[in-house]
Each structure stands twice: as C-alpha cells, then as structure tokens.
C-alpha cells in the first residue's frame, strides 16, 4: 500500500469514481481542500482522501449567564474570523444543552447528519 499525494494526472479517474460512487457524489473538491491524496496498491490507485482543517471547539462557562449571553455571540464571530485565517473549514461543537444549542444555530451552526469522528490525541 501506498499513500502520495492527487497529481494532475490522477483527475480524471477522481472524476470516474465519483460519476460511479452513488453515496459520495456530492464529496469535496480538490479546491476546498487543505490536502488530498490517493491510495494505491500494487494494482494502482483504489479510492482517494480528502482532508479538511476542521476546528472542534469547547468551551467551559463559569455561573454569570448574563454575560455569557452578552459575550458569546461577539467572541464566535471573533474566533470564526480567527480559524478561517487559519485556514479551517469549519468550527464543530458539542452540546446537549438545549439553549445553548438553540443560541449557537443563530450564527450558523447546524446539526450534523451522518458524521462520523476518531480522536488523534497525541
């Protein structure tokens, strides 16, 4: 097995397998990517990886809701501002709190449907 980066040259079978792939016609492009490459065995490319700078935020608040309030809206936008300069693509957060859920969709985020995670903690 082998793992190298997408090549001008490998374009068109990305575009063969993905006319052919029913469940990921709608993947990524090559240019909203921060990296991609093939994997290839010893019969030639089997699929392609696309790789996204995605931020996953947590944050602890202390007691004071009122301020919270008052200053979440403004520092997700600051923070949102600060990781596309970085370069990411996206902010993922976590919550089960059902008001803290209904505020953070007012800017912008939403529920993710079929997403799946692994940690790499080093």
């Known amino acids: 097995m082998k793992v190298r980066p997408i090549t001008e040259?490998?374009?068109?079978?990305?575009?063969?397998?993905?006319?052919?792939?029913?469940?990921?016609?709608?993947?990524?492009?090559?240019?909203?990517?921060?990296?991609?490459?093939?994997?290839?065995?010893?019969?030639?490319?089997?699929?392609?990886?696309?790789?996204?700078?995605v931020a996953r935020v947590h944050v602890q608040f202390g007691g004071d809701r009122d301020r919270i309030r008052e200053t979440l809206g403004n520092a997700f936008r600051?923070?949102?501002?600060?990781?596309?300069?970085?370069?990411?693509?996206?902010?993922?957060?976590?919550?089960?709190s059902p008001l803290l859920i209904k505020f953070l969709q007012k800017y912008g985020f939403q529920p993710m449907k079929d997403e799946y995670s692994v940690r790499l903690d080093v």
């Open 9 to 53: 040259e490998d374009l068109p079978l990305l575009a063969k397998f993905t006319v052919e792939d029913p469940w990921h016609r709608d993947a990524p492009t090559l240019e909203n990517m921060s990296g991609a490459c093939t994997v290839e065995d010893d019969q030639g490319v089997v699929f392609f990886v696309f790789l996204e700078q």
């Open 78 to 96: 600051e923070i949102s501002q600060t990781c596309k300069e970085e370069g990411y693509t996206e902010m993922i957060y976590q919550s089960e």
